[in-house]
């Protein structure tokens, strides 16, 4: 079946604009994780979906970072008022619990640029 | 905390060559220990993990021995192709939890 999907694949924004990412999990997977890889360093955890449970948001380095996951689906990754150190490659990742292997699938990546 | 250490890169092999990544962590309990690698312009994708003592992980001929003794998970594979090309990620997932933790990466460059 179709893999996990992110959009956009690159976005450039100004600094202070607000951005939307996008995420389209694997179909049944219910749980959600979203990255920021930044260069030359290795993937930040920033929160993780899990069914209907509230979510982790523990890794999301401010409030102008937001996400939400509509019907245990898609998931959107908002960032307001972008700041230059926000550009970085953003990553989705979606896995089911239910079965042993235990793998993350991950997206391709959005890469946000900030000027 | 949990973290993982990875050996700096680029790696740079000749086509054929033996390879070793280094990996180490720190984690209380017993973590899941997993590879991943990310192809130019991919996401990541499961390597090959591990989820106890001494099990090995292979994927690919690449393969991986969770050393508890070593606290480390060494990424080696014995004859490397130009299509391995790549960044590696070493990661663990602690025992009850649903978080894992990444390690910087470590690019390899192989040659023909």
């Known amino acids: 079946g179709a893999g996990v999907s992110q959009s956009p694949s690159n976005k450039v924004t100004e600094k202070g604009k607000d951005v939307e990412l996008r995420c389209d999990p694997i179909s049944g997977h219910t749980a959600l994780y979203w990255y920021r890889q930044s260069l030359g360093q290795g993937l930040e955890f920033l929160i993780y979906?899990?069914?209907?449970?509230?979510?982790?948001k523990s890794g999301l380095p401010s409030d102008r970072f937001s996400a939400e996951r509509t019907g245990g689906s898609v998931s959107t990754l908002t960032i307001q008022r972008t700041q230059q150190e926000d550009s970085a490659v953003y990553l989705c990742?979606?896995?089911?619990?239910?079965?042993?292997?235990?793998?993350?699938?991950f997206g391709p990546g959005t890469r946000l640029l900030v000027l | 905390g949990d973290s993982v250490t990875q050996m700096e890169g680029p790696v740079t092999l000749s086509e054929e060559a033996f390879l070793t990544i280094n990996c180490t962590y720190t984690a209380t309990g017993y973590p899941s220990l997993f590879w991943y690698v990310q192809y130019p312009g991919e996401g990541l994708q499961l390597l090959l993990k591990?989820?106890?003592?001494?099990d090995k992980g292979s994927n690919k001929g690449f393969e991986a021995t969770y050393r508890k003794e070593t606290t480390s998970f060494h990424l080696e594979k014995g004859s490397v192709q130009v299509s391995d090309s790549a960044v590696y990620f070493c990661?663990?997932?602690?025992?009850?939890?649903?978080?894992?933790?990444f390690g910087r990466g470590t690019s390899l460059i192989v040659h023909p």
């Open positions: 591990a989820t106890k003592a001494d």
């Open positions: 979906f899990q069914g209907n449970s509230a979510p982790d």
């Open positions: 990661a663990l997932r602690g025992g009850g939890s649903y978080i894992p933790t």
């Open positions: 990742a979606s896995l089911d619990w239910g079965v042993l292997e235990e793998t993350q699938y």
